[in-house]
């Protein structure tokens, strides 16, 4: 949503529907975007999050889809934005909106 409003909201909620895990052997690393969940495995939907460094405790717990190829420092800017705690206690909720404003989807056989 993008209702100053529903604020409180924002990083909230789900599409209605769940994702069966896919996971694979790419692991977490800088720039590798993956599928928030739920505890159950089977419980992914709308939301990711793109690593900023290093997170193997994720590798095979969570589905990696992508990876970023260009605009590391645009990552940077991301992960330097402060945060707040969220609703399940975690410090994961930016203080301001971060607005990822286009994306390009490219086949992993054409990245060299």
């Given amino acids: 949503s993008k209702d100053p409003a529903k604020e409180n909201s924002y990083g909230a909620g789900g599409p209605g529907y769940k994702i069966k895990a896919e996971f694979n052997d790419h692991p977490h690393e800088r720039g590798v975007i993956s599928m928030a969940r739920e505890p159950d495995p089977d419980s ?49 909720k930016p203080t301001k909106r971060v607005v990822i404003e286009s994306v390009k989807i490219v086949p992993a056989d054409s990245v060299k």
């Fill in 44 to 92: 992914a939907g709308s939301q990711f999050f793109i690593c900023l460094g290093p997170v193997h405790r994720l590798d095979h717990q969570y589905t990696t889809f992508g990876k970023l190829i260009k605009g590391d420092d645009v990552l940077g800017k991301i992960g330097d934005t402060p945060v707040t705690q969220n609703s399940a206690g975690e410090m994961s």
